[in-house]
């Protein structure tokens, strides 16, 4: 399947997964042509795209953003990567473990799945999992 990915660097984190990283994450968990753009940004960037797009007052880990849903998708995946490193240090998880999960969760939000009711997120859930410990890594929702 043919994909092309641009990984935008705009935070100053130290601790950031790689460009081949990120693509076989995204490879993993894609099931049709894709032209995605993966922007890791600071927590300022952040909150302000979680407020203009959603009205929320705070950063968030991911955004997804989807330009074209027709036979090659389209769209942004957004991760802030404060709020990962957060995350993952509260929750004791491998950073590089949360930001593969976050960035196959981005790329089924641009396929449409998401978790808006107990059904549609537990159907992500369990195809989060799947793909995840395919990968390598353990289980996202198990401590």
Not at 24 to 40: D, N, Y
Not at 113 to 122: P, W
Request: proline share 2%; with cysteine.
């Amino acid at each position: 399947m043919k994909f092309s990915l641009a990984v935008q660097y705009i935070s100053n984190a130290k601790t950031v997964p790689t460009r081949p990283q990120f693509r076989r994450w995204v490879k993993s968990a894609l099931k049709k042509e894709a032209e995605i753009t993966l922007r890791i940004v600071d927590e300022s960037e952040g909150m302000n795209l979680n407020h203009q797009f959603r009205g929320k007052t705070s950063a968030t880990n991911v955004l997804t953003f989807v330009y074209d849903e027709m036979e090659s998708l389209s769209g942004d995946i957004v991760l802030c990567a404060d709020i990962v490193e957060k995350e993952a240090k509260k929750q004791h998880k491998n950073l590089i473990a949360h930001y593969a999960h976050l960035t196959v969760h981005g790329v089924l939000h641009l396929q449409g799945y998401d978790h808006e009711d107990e059904k549609d997120a537990a159907i992500m859930e369990q195809l989060e999992t799947k793909i995840i410990t395919k990968l390598g890594y353990g289980n996202p929702y198990q401590n």
